[in-house]
């Protein structure tokens, strides 16, 4: 297929239809409402569903219904959605219901605003909702990115029965690229026989999609059930980019949107003779610790940038280990840090004048 | 020898749970009958509440899913979605309902989703032990209305099916009561009709079961059935809210 210029939204709308999802609930919240938009002009055209939901509380519990009776479904939000849809996301996780869920982050605490941020990374990798339980999170740095990740994603969700986030930031959202849908390797994704269809095929047992048991040892069969499969996604899936980290001396740490401007800062620096590089997380959970824990023994230090206060840091210290020294540099509310600026940082590290 | 009284099918052997002389369980067995006497035991799916029937999943016999506090309408709009030639139902308390999911109820009712809402008003909350609800009697002593439900401090109960009748989206919403045989037979035929106008494409069909709560109402079963008949039907009157062409 042929690349097209499309804006964020509407790649991760059309990137998700071309994963053969046919349902989308959702409600509006700036910055992400060209993705519902996208999806009730094109659901219709392929036989499928969109609906607004009177809340993202609904939304969220629409997915569970319509995900829980077997069909790839899709939600999208920006923060204060995705605060409101962690009940259900919590419900989701417990009852191992596939679907995808986009958070395109926005500026908070609060209301907030409507400029891009970086806020919701303990939110999406740590739990969120209440409860113990993780979702695969993925954070596009590229429209492209974006695309192949909600694509993606949907097969991750089935193949492992978890719901996957696409963390973007308002920037992603917001951009055109050239984007083309490709469909990603080939998996083997199990036929949903779990799911609540009607009960005609008695040959399957009775569907049940439930979050309850009330007896511990029911509960901790489901819990151990979720921490091996937590394992196995560790194990398969954590994915993570080096960006000239061969011979660097310091060592960027950034997802998405910042590490696509940091990108910009190392070749700049590299120019100026600072041997840097960027070690940026594709998966934010599971998250490549091994990557900066190998890079740790090699390097002089590292620097985590970040549009928030200081959150994926946190993991980045864990995997260092106290090896190296771990600076931090955050831009806040909303405003994105330009590659100068950077550079600037990455100069201060390296203590070059 | 000759059968002359069967158990549904619709419902599983697993006991049911609720406490003796609770209405829980006959509400079970009409929605069962109906749904058998209508054929369409392979084709239901059931979403479950959070309230004492938060176990309906293992009683009804048919797909089933449970769902957080107050959310079973939403969840059911998606189901009935994906899957608009099944027979989908919520059943529901007057606290999951009336209160925490009032959101979901109202909007379900307003988009004419084509599902049937069993609504179990007993007046309180009965699996948290007692509390008021939205649908509380005024005067009535729960254990978060010690001294009654007062006016001045929290308003007057909720009609459900009142406000569901308002609705363009309701095609069917009727009241009725388990006080009594005959009034149990007349709740069992509107269940039935409910779900009829589901299967016709009517739209969004709701029936309001007045309910007891002997345990946390404190009365025996029997006289929890007298206090309902003398207490919640003058102020929830029974009869057909809402009624479209079938
Ligand atoms: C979000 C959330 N809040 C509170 C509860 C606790 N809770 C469980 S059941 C219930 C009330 C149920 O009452 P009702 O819906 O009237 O059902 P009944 O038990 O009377 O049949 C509450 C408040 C919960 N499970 N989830
Ligand atoms: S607590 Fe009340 S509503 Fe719940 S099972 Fe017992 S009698 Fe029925
Ligand atoms: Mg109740």
Known sequence: MAKKLMK????????????????FFGYP?????????????????????????ESEVAAINMVYGAAGSGARVMTSSSSPGISLK???????ACAEIPCVIVNMM?????????????????????????????????????????????MEGFDIADTYRIPVMVLGDGMIGQIMEPVEFVPPKKRE???????????????????????????????????????????LIKKNETRVEEFMTEDAEYIIAAYGTTARIAKSAITKARAQGIKVGLIRPITVWPFPYEAYSKAADRVKGFLDIELSTGQMVEDVRLAVAGKKPVEFYGKLGGFVPSADEILEQIKKMAEVK | MAVVFEKTKMLTDVPFHYCPGCTHGIAHRLLAEAIEELGKEDEAIGVAPVGCAVFAYNYFNCDMMEAAHGRAPAVATGIKRVHPDKLVFTYQGDGDLASIGTAEIIHAAARGEKITTIFINNAIYGMTGGQMAPTTLEGQVTTTSPYGRKKEHCGLPIKMSEIIATLDGAAYVERVSMHDVPNIIKA???????????????????????????????????????WLKDNMIPYY?????KEVEL
């Open chain 2, 188 to 226: 069992k035929n509107a269940i039935k009709k409910a779900l009829q106008y589901q299967i016709a494409g009517k739209g969004f069909s709701f029936i309001e079961l007045l309910s007891t709560c002997p345990t946390n109402w404190g009365m025996t079963p029997a006289d929890a059935l007298e």
């Open chain 1, 29 to 53: 919240i700036t910055p992400q409402n060209e993705i519902p938009e996208y999806m009730s002009r094109r659901l219709p055209q392929e036989g499928g569903c969109f609906l607004q939901a």
């Open chain 1, 189 to 231: 994704v199990p036929p949903k026989t779990w799911a609540a269809t009607g009960w005609s095929d008695k040959s399957r047992p009775r569907a049940i999609l439930n979050s309850l048991y009330i007896e511990p040892e029911e509960m901790k069969v489901v819990m151990d059930r979720l921490l091996e499969r937590y394992e």
């Open chain 1, 86 to 92: 962690q009940e259900g996301i919590s419900y989701i």
């Open chain 1, 106 to 150: 926005r500026v908070g605490p609060g209301l907030g605003g409507i400029q891009p941020a970086q806020g919701d990374y303990f939110q999406a990798t740590k739990g969120g909702g209440h409860g113990d339980y993780h979702l695969v999170v993925l954070a596009p740095s590229t429209v492209q990115e974006a695309a192949n990740m909600v």
């Open chain 2, 237 to 241: 009157p029974l009869g057909v809210k």
């Open chain 1, 8 to 23: 964020g939204s509407e790649a991760i709308g059309e990137a998700a239809i071309q994963a053969g999802c046919r349902y």
